[in-house]
């Protein structure tokens, strides 16, 4: 490694990672962030194991299936970063190291390193437990595993640097249409596997199909010589894209990886935010509506829940048949539903933090605000539930509009957006898209949700109070996720005055 | 006359860091005061103070009479503009100022007219359709100055309002800031540009090192160090330190 190169590296870790260095408190958090994802993911692979029915490695073709999807999803969400751009420079690297005259290929090497080093830190530790606890009593495949799940890291890493490559030569939109095109072919074992139809030859040539049985060891004789037809490939677009002469347009990826890039605003004409129209309360609801459309953060948050939707009927397809798949679905809902409200935070803690003063130094400005946010995360988030819940439902043959699973989901919603907010406003300094504490952003919400859904989920659990509960308990249900809402709102409101006295230490 | 605006006994720290100590001042009505001093010397820190972005350590900050970390009701006497804002690039400019005109509890039917006035003063008004990230920087400044005066404050705090702004826009916000001041108003404007200051404010207050070293209008300023401008004074005093 050059010496340019080495210091590229070093400067791009001690960015990302620097933070670690500034207090012991940061440190002690980044631990407890990991013990918490970490404990996610084996109570994660445990709830899989007792709703699909999953037993170790003696369960084969399933947990091929599961392998199989956390590599597709792993090649997705790279293949995503790549039609963002790819390549992980921060703003002071966009200013400062790319119009200094190094080799982009001694830049895009450094990259690559930081990118495995990062996806290794970030997503490494929770994958080895989720797939031991999958695995037990036979976690010695999680070696075999960790070992083709690198080759899989490299491979992404690579697609996506391809991408951001094509992007930065002018071909933004050959990136963004060959994103696509790979994101719906990793799809495809999830699509089959839902619609219970075996292909061989997909089942054969597929990347995620092979490294899947590669890596639990129930490899087939074309296997190897695929998987190296397949590196060799990738290597060969890596090899291309190193030729790369100029670096011009790279976005900075890290804090804009789940956003649009402001040129493509103007494409949404249609979107209007008359200032004349409507209470102070609706205008504000239209105008968060309007900014998380405007900035992509709507868009990503589609995204993200429509290939957990195509996963878990695919999913749920392994296992109906010997279990309760209703209540496979309310426990899923319940968990995904959460998501949505972080990423819509995540963003919010990146895009709009900073444009906050306005509204900080005005009389309630920033109760009103957030008010307006509250509504509008919980009119998003209990929206997509309904949607997710309903499609899941159709799927399997269930009654979709269940009066307490639509509660459960309104709960949901209601539980995870104040929570994510809370978090947000709590937070002394916003987390960036891609780091350690976004992951947190999804795992308290996730965590405090399911905690405030227990009543809902008891119930929904129990046959059959769930299909005629009596008019009593259904009034008490109902009035739960309102009375949560109240409380929690207030929670909110009460934390804006002390969240604009912490503005002024961050903008 | 009554003070608009007065602090008394300032004191703000950042962990270790002394960012502002013992800091006094006053401002009347009709009156432009500039707080000046050289980068680092925590102008911006006593702005964020009294827009109630930061919560004073120590010592009181009065609006129009009103303890501002008692109620937050002073602020709609406020117009504050941030030293380099950060503007939602999201929306137009139009939309922008629109906001503001509902955040500052403008009516629509005042706003409007209100909005297309600004946008004419400042030439935004073939803007008003553009998204904020895609204008310069010093057309940003402009909406953003224009967004300060929105709801007719009463009380201008602007910190560093002429930064990136060119001759034309300079002399828009003065005169701006010059009305809201005969009618009444007042300005504090905080800055370390102390030529401009010098010509354009009624009475100074000049920090280092997150104390006042001096204070009171400009002419009196001069003639205590015995001076011939701002810049010389404020050299002499800094040198005695």
Redesign the interface.
């Known amino acids: 490694m050059s010496y340019v190169m080495k210091s590229i590296l070093a400067l791009k870790l001690k960015q990302y990672y620097g933070t670690l260095r500034a207090s012991s408190s940061a440190r002690v958090s980044t631990i407890i962030t990991y013990l918490l994802i970490m404990f996610s993911a084996a109570g994660a692979a445990t709830l899989m194991r007792s709703l699909y029915g999953i037993a170790g490695i003696g369960d084969l073709p399933r947990i091929i299936t599961t392998v199989t999807f956390i590599f597709s999803a792993l090649f997705i969400f790279e293949t995503y970063l790549g039609m963002k751009g790819g390549i992980t420079a921060l703003k002071s690297e966009v200013d400062f190291i790319l119009p200094s005259p190094i080799k982009p290929s001694t830049y895009l090497i450094a990259d690559l390193i930081f990118q495995l080093i990062f996806l290794n830190v970030m997503l490494t530790p929770a994958i080895s437990i989720f797939i031991a606890t999958l695995l037990y009593p036979d976690e010695q495949y999680l070696f075999t595993f960790l070992i083709v799940y690198e080759i899989s890291i490299l491979m992404a890493t690579i697609i996506a640097h391809g991408l951001g490559v094509l992007g930065v030569r002018g071909y933004r939109r050959v990136a963004k249409v060959s994103g696509w095109i790979l994101i719906a072919f990793m799809l495809i074992p999830i699509i089959l596997n839902m619609l219970n139809i075996r292909v061989k030859p997909i089942a054969t040539l597929h990347p995620s199909e092979i490294l899947a049985r590669l890596a639990v060891g129930a490899q087939e004789a074309l296997d190897l010589p695929l998987l190296t037809i397949w590196l060799a490939a990738v290597l060969g677009l890596y090899l291309q894209a190193l030729r790369i002469k100029v670096f011009s347009d790279v976005n900075p990826l890290l804090t804009t990886g789940f956003m649009e890039p402001s040129s493509r605003w103007t494409k949404l004409p249609y979107l209007k935010l008359d200032f004349s129209k409507s209470s102070l309360h609706l205008y504000l609801i239209k105008f968060h509506l309007v900014r998380i459309c405007r900035d992509g953060s709507l868009g990503a948050s589609a995204l993200f829940l429509a290939i957990f939707i195509i996963a878990n009927m695919s999913l749920s397809k392994v296992a109906w048949s010997s279990l309760r798949p209703e209540l496979a679905l309310t426990i899923l809902t319940a968990l995904y539903i959460p998501l949505i409200p972080a990423l819509l935070t995540i963003n919010w803690n990146v895009v709009e933090r900073v444009n906050l003063w306005s509204s900080a130094s005005s009389s309630n400005g920033l109760r009103n605000y957030l008010d307006g946010m509250l509504s509008s995360y919980i009119i998003v988030s209990a929206s997509f539930a309904m949607v997710f819940y309903g499609l899941m439902n159709m799927m399997i043959g269930e009654n979709p509009f269940m009066i307490l699973d639509l509660l459960l989901a309104l709960t949901t919603s209601i539980a995870s957006t104040t929570i994510s907010m809370l978090m947000a406003l709590r937070s002394g300094k916003p987390a960036t898209a891609l780091s350690h504490l976004a992951l947190l952003y999804a795992a308290i919400p996730m965590a405090g949700s399911i905690i405030l859904d227990l009543p809902l989920l008891i119930i929904r659990g129990l046959e059959t109070l769930a299909t005629s509960p009596p008019p009593w308990l259904l009034a008490s249900l109902t009035a739960y996720p309102l009375s949560l809402l109240l409380i929690l709102r207030r929670r909110i409101l009460s934390a804006s005055e002390s969240f604009a006295y912490a503005l002024g230490n961050s903008i | 006359m009554e003070s608009l605006l007065r602090v008394r006994g300032l004191w703000k720290s ?1 962990g270790e860091t002394l960012a502002v100590a013992d800091l006094s001042l006053s401002i009347r009505a009709g009156e432009i005061h500039g707080l000046l001093g050289p980068n680092g010397a925590g102008k911006t820190t006593v702005v ?1 103070c009294i ?5 004073p350590d120590r010592g009181e900050i009065l609006v129009n009479g009103v303890e501002t970390t008692t109620s ?5 006497l ?1 117009g ?1 503009l ?1 030293e380099d ?7 137009t400019v139009e ?1 922008f100022l ?8 403008v009516k ?2 005042e ?2 007219p209100r909005i297309s006035e600004l946008m004419e003063t400042f030439n935004l008004t073939r803007l008003k359709h553009e ?1 904020i ?2 204008l310069s920087k010093g057309l940003r400044q402009r909406v953003a100055v224009a ?1 300060a005066f929105i709801h007719k404050p009463k009380i201008l705090i602007l910190d560093e309002p002429f930064l990136g702004l060119d001759p034309e826009g300079q002399l828009k916000v003065k005169s701006m800031v010059k009305q809201v001041v005969e009618d009444g108003g007042a300005a504090l404007i905080s800055t370390h540009m102390l030529d401009m200051a010098e010509r354009f404010c009624d009475t100074v207050t000049i920090m280092y090192r997150g104390r006042k070293i001096i204070g009171g209008d400009v002419r009196s300023v001069k003639q205590l160090v015995d001076a011939n401008s701002l810049e010389e004074a404020f050299i002499k005093l800094v040198n005695r330190r």
Do not use: C, D, H, T
Not at chain 2, 72 to 76: A, C, L, Q
Not at chain 2, 98 to 105: F, P
């Open positions: 950042y964020k827009v109630g972005l930061l919560r937050e009701s002073y602020k709609s406020i504050y941030p804002p950060a503007l939602p690039e999201y929306l939309e629109g906001y503001i005109a509902r955040i500052r509890s629509p039917q706003a409007k998204f990230g895609s967004s």
